[in-house]
C-alpha cells in the first residue's frame, strides 16, 4: 500500500485518479483549493483518505499540506502535480495579470509542490513525482502560448528534478495527455481580457474549437487513472506517459519534424564551432 498525495483532486484528472487509487487500496491526501470539494472522499473512505486545503499559488498552504499529510500517513510516496489551468488567446490579447498567474499556477506551483516533498523523498530514500503536462507541451497551439508555454517549463523543470533527485531514489513521470473528457474547457479554461480581431483567424480559430469538442473529446479520464497508476507500480516508469492516439500521433508528428529540421539545418549549425 502507497500513500499518494493529489493537488486539484476536485475535478477533472484528480478525481479521476484519486478514486482509482483508492479502489486499488492505497491511502490518499486529497488536496483542492475549497476543501470542501474533496470532503466526500472522507467520508465515503475514512480509513483510507485525508482531505488538506492546498493553494499552489500560496507556498505556506503547500508547505502546510505536505507537512501535514506526512504526519499522519507517516510517508509520501506518490506526490501527484494536477492542479492547474488553462489560458485561451493569442499573447497580445492575455492582460499581465492573467499571464503572470497562469504561469504561476502551471510552471511555479508544480516546482514548489515538488520543492516542499523532496525533503520527505530525500529522507525516505524514495519517492514518485507525477507531473500532468499537456499536449500543447509537445507542440503548440495558437492561443496557448502562455499556457502551453508553462506545461513545457514544467516538463523540462521535472527533467532536471529527475537528475537532481535520481540518487535518493526519487522518480519522475510527465502525464501527456491528449483531449480527455474532463471539465477542463467547461470549468478550467480562462479567456483572455481582451479581443483583438486579427486574432480570430488564428487563437480565435483554436478557441472555436476547443468549445466545439467539449463533452466529445475520444479520452476516457478513468482509463487514464489506470494507466498512471501502471506507470507508478512499474519497476522501470516512464519519463513521459504519453496518453491517448491523439497525443501519440502528435508526437511522432513533430518528432518528424524536428528531424527533418535538425538535418536541413545541420551543415549551418555545424559550421559555428570553432575549427579543431
Keep these: 500500500m502507497k500513500t499518494w498525495f493529489i493537488t486539484g483532486a476536485s475535478s477533472?484528472?484528480?478525481?479521476?485518479?484519486?478514486?482509482?487509487v483508492i479502489a486499488h487500496g492505497h491511502q490518499v491526501a486529497v488536496t483542492a483549493r475549497d476543501v470542501s470539494q474533496v470532503e466526500d472522499f472522507v467520508e465515503d473512505y475514512p480509513l483510507q483518505v485525508r482531505a488538506y486545503a492546498l493553494d499552489v499559488l500560496q507556498p505556506e498552504s503547500i508547505r502546510q499540506a505536505v507537512a501535514e499529510a506526512r504526519r499522519d500517513f507517516g510517508r509520501l510516496d506518490v506526490v501527484v502535480n494536477n492542479a492547474g489551468y488553462g489560458l485561451i488567446g493569442a499573447l497580445e490579447e492575455c492582460s499581465e495579470e492573467q499571464m503572470l498567474r497562469n504561469i504561476e499556477t502551471n510552471l511555479t506551483g508544480p516546482l514548489r509542490v515538488m520543492r516542499?516533498?523532496?525533503?520527505?523523498?530525500?529522507?525516505?530514500?524514495?519517492?514518485?513525482?507525477?507531473?500532468?503536462?499537456a499536449a500543447a507541451a509537445i507542440s503548440n497551439y495558437a492561443g496557448f502560448s502562455v499556457y502551453g508555454g508553462a506545461k513545457a517549463g514544467m516538463e523540462l523543470a521535472s527533467e532536471a528534478v529527475a537528475a537532481e533527485a535520481a540518487p535518493f531514489g526519487v522518480k519522475v513521470t510527465i502525464v501527456i495527455p491528449g483531449p480527455f473528457r474532463t471539465d477542463f474547457i467547461s470549468r478550467s479554461l480562462d479567456r483572455a481580457e481582451q479581443s483583438?480581431?486579427?486574432?480570430?483567424?488564428?487563437?480565435?480559430?483554436?478557441?472555436?474549437?476547443?468549445?466545439?469538442?467539449?463533452?466529445?473529446?475520444?479520452?476516457?479520464?478513468?482509463?487514464?487513472?489506470?494507466?498512471?497508476?501502471?506507470?507508478?507500480?512499474?519497476?522501470?516508469?516512464?519519463?513521459?506517459?504519453?496518453?491517448?492516439?491523439?497525443?501519440?500521433?502528435?508526437a511522432r508528428r513533430q518528432l518528424d519534424r524536428l528531424r527533418g529540421e535538425l538535418d536541413g539545418w545541420e551543415p549551418v549549425g555545424l559550421a559555428t564551432d570553432y575549427p579543431v
Design 12 to 20: 477533472g484528472f484528480g478525481r479521476a485518479l484519486a478514486a482509482a
Design 196 to 250: 483583438v480581431p486579427e486574432y480570430a483567424v488564428t487563437a480565435g480559430k483554436f478557441r472555436g474549437f476547443l468549445e466545439k469538442v467539449d463533452g466529445k473529446q475520444p479520452g476516457d479520464p478513468a482509463a487514464a487513472a489506470q494507466a498512471i497508476i501502471q506507470a507508478v507500480e512499474s519497476d522501470k516508469p516512464p519519463f513521459r506517459l504519453v496518453l491517448g492516439k491523439y497525443a501519440y500521433q502528435k
Design 116 to 133: 516542499a516533498a523532496l525533503p520527505v523523498f530525500r529522507e525516505q530514500r524514495g519517492g514518485h513525482f507525477i507531473n500532468m503536462g
